[in-house]
């Protein structure tokens, strides 16, 4: 096995910094608000570790697992994140690859910078993640959408019902991305200028039977 060209996510993450603007930066890595959320959720995973077995045959192992019923080789995947197409052109379709090489699954944002059908044309095993507006009908179609191009299930994103603090990292963030175009949403920045925000603040657990009747309905050829 070839040993890969970094050591761990951190140096990852640090020789892709190099290569992006300060805007890019802030986007990618910063948080809203004053950070706090960013810092708990670091502090939170340094705290996992591998629990270290000895005197266990490792000649062949298995990673392999099931996620909502979906067998994956490897306990991790792909969580939405937008534009991916800020850091390489070919964007999410690049992901799903990843994804697909590692047999694991791609949640794909609908901040995504490409089409769904490009992105579940890559073989991958696509989720779609979506936001909730107040218009549903253009929730319907969107979900609708996601069915017909194959995404095998749905993440509904429930934790902004207002939008974000914006604190100065994300300011600077929305700004050093304002270029970038999502497919299937408004652009990020929006409302800070319409005060407009995609989420339907009426919405509640009961929500979710009128979702399932639409996406039961246009499931496809797919299980999800
Ligand atoms: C640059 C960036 C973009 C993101 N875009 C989305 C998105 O479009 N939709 C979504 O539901 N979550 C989005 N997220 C949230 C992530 O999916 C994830 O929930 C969050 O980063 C917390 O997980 P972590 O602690 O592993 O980073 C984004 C996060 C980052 C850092």
Redesign the pocket.
């Known amino acids: 096995m070839q040993p890969p060209d970094f050591y761990d996510v951190a140096e990852l993450e640090r020789i892709a910094v190099t290569r992006w603007t300060s805007g890019l930066r802030s986007?990618?890595q910063g948080g809203a608000g004053n950070g706090s959320g960013v810092r708990a959720?670091r502090l939170a995973?340094a705290k996992w570790s591998l629990r270290a077995r000895v005197l266990v045959d490792v000649s062949t192992i298995d990673t392999s697992t099931t996620v909502l019923g979906v067998p994956v080789d490897v306990p991790i995947m792909i969580?939405?994140?937008?534009l991916h197409t800020l850091v390489l052109p070919e964007g999410e379709i690049a992901t799903a690859r990843g994804a697909r090489a590692a047999n694991t699954v791609i949640v794909l944002?609908?901040?995504t910078g490409r089409s769904i059908e490009d992105v579940t044309g890559t073989g991958a095993d696509v989720w779609f993640?979506f936001y909730w507006g107040s218009y549903r009908g253009q929730v319907r179609e969107l979900v609708e959408l996601a069915g017909e191009s194959g995404c095998r299930a749905l993440c509904l994103?429930a934790d902004m019902p207002v939008p974000p603090l914006l604190g100065p990292e994300f300011r600077d963030g929305q700004a050093g991305v304002a270029h970038g175009r999502p497919l299937y949403l408004p652009p990020r920045g929006q409302y800070a200028v319409t005060g407009i925000w995609d989420h339907d603040h009426r919405l509640t657990w009961r929500d979710l039977a009128w979702l399932r009747g639409v996406a039961d309905r246009h499931q496809g050829n797919h299980d999800g």
């Open positions: 986007f990618i959720n995973q969580a939405p994140s937008g944002s609908s901040g993640q994103t």
